[in-house]
């Protein structure tokens, strides 16, 4: 069946922004979707718009630097819906400074819950990935893996995805596993906010600078994230794997 129709999808960092964005669409494209944040209060939110609109989902709980409540999430899930299709890691946190600056904790917490989260929930998901002989991974980088002034971290971290993605490309593909990576530029989020207030600016203003330096001429919505989603996500993709998307309106370009 083409698309996402009838997928079982596990969306981590679900309870807000591009997360929200990417459950809802691949809910409203008929994939079962497991919301997962860090706490159940938090993605039930989200997992009520989606049931709201006829959609089906299930709210779910876990750290995603730690295995055993990274487990214990895709157990739920399975034993809710009996599979696991699509998994998108999105889950991602900012700990922003310059080098000087930075602290070991602002280091390692940014490694712990992108790159070992990612890997976790990789390594677990791909099992029944594997067993169906069908998965879709979907890996969350972002234009600054290719350097951004204060955030030494989490440009590491979201190049290390790149590597990861291409790697899991390579090892998965001939059980019928594709894994594909997107790199959002400029997204109004909370986390963007939250950058713009770092660098003393607000996020009107940052939307407005990023709009006059890009071809498209307009700030980026989580929703322009989702939909790139979408389509690695489904099944007409299954001959693009290893792959980086910018969604990005263009910043390479100039």
Not at 29 to 38: F, H, I, N, W
Request: with cysteine.
């Amino acid at each position: 069946m083409p698309g996402v129709q009838d997928r079982v999808a596990l969306v981590t960092g679900a309870a807000q922004g591009i997360g929200a964005a990417i459950a809802r669409r691949l809910a409203a494209d008929g994939a079962r979707v497991g919301v997962l944040d860090l706490t159940e209060p938090a993605a039930r939110s989200v997992v009520n718009e989606i049931t709201s609109a006829g959609g089906a989902a299930l709210a779910l709980s876990a750290d995603v630097s730690e295995r055993d409540q990274v487990q214990a999430a895709v157990d739920r899930l399975v034993g809710e819906y009996g599979a696991l299709h699509i998994l998108v890691n999105n889950a991602g946190v900012l700990r922003d400074n310059l080098l000087f600056k930075m602290s070991d904790d602002d280091w390692t917490t940014v490694m712990q819950v992108h790159l070992r989260g990612a890997f976790l929930c990789s390594q677990i998901a791909q099992k029944h990935m594997v067993e169906a002989r069908y998965g879709r991974i979907v890996c969350m980088s972002s234009t600054s893996a290719l350097g951004n002034r204060g955030q030494a971290n989490y440009a590491t971290a979201k190049a290390g995805l790149q590597g990861f993605t291409k790697t899991l490309a390579i090892e998965l593909g001939p059980f019928g596993v594709t894994a594909n990576a997107i790199a959002p530029g400029f997204i109004e989020t909370a986390m963007t906010k939250a950058t713009a207030e770092r660098i003393g600016t607000t996020i009107d203003q940052m939307r407005e600078q990023v709009a006059s330096s890009i071809p498209v001429r307009r700030g980026g919505v989580p929703e322009d994230v989702a939909n790139a989603v979408r389509f690695f996500a489904g099944e007409e993709a299954g001959y693009v794997t290893g792959q980086v998307i910018y969604v990005d309106g263009g910043r390479g370009l100039l």
